[in-house]
């Protein structure tokens, strides 16, 4: 699989709805599934301001899905993604690994974009 899971063919291709950006808290974040046949495609996308992020919902430390429970990517404060199987910290920013076992690798880039108050897959 490509850094990015862009060979995964429940991936959704580029201009896909995902939500409207007034969906989405700020800060906050939102997961979404799909899934083609037998495969099965997961990402999350966190807001903090006018910023909108897209991750694949898969943590470098273990595979595992960062949420336990629906759309609970960040910590209490909403400054950090936290990865509920063992504690790891990203940056809502670039999904960099700021604590735990996977410290200084990245979360994997969904790439996504906000047009006319709409979040899109780029």
């Known amino acids: 699989m490509t850094r990015d899971g862009g060979d995964n063919p429940a991936r959704p291709p580029a201009g896909v709805r995902l939500c409207a950006l007034a969906d989405l ?7 979404f599934r799909f899934r083609q046949d037998q495969s ?4 999350f996308l ?3 301001g006018d910023q909108v ?3 694949v919902d898969s943590c470098p430390h273990n595979g595992w899905p960062l ?14 993604i936290i990865c509920s199987a ?8 670039d ?28």
Do not use: N, S
């Open 53 to 55: 992020t897209g991750y």
């Open 40 to 43: 099965l495609f997961a990402g």
């Open 25 to 31: 808290a700020d800060p906050g974040a939102k997961g």
């Open 95 to 122: 999904g960099l690994c700021v604590a735990g076992p996977c410290a200084d690798d990245h979360l994997r880039p969904w790439p996504v974009t906000v047009a006319d108050g709409e979040i899109l897959t780029a």
């Open 67 to 80: 949420a336990v429970m629906d759309d609970r990517y960040l910590t209490r404060e909403g400054d950090r």
């Open 86 to 93: 063992h504690g790891a910290m990203f940056r809502p920013a």
């Open 46 to 48: 966190v807001r903090q």
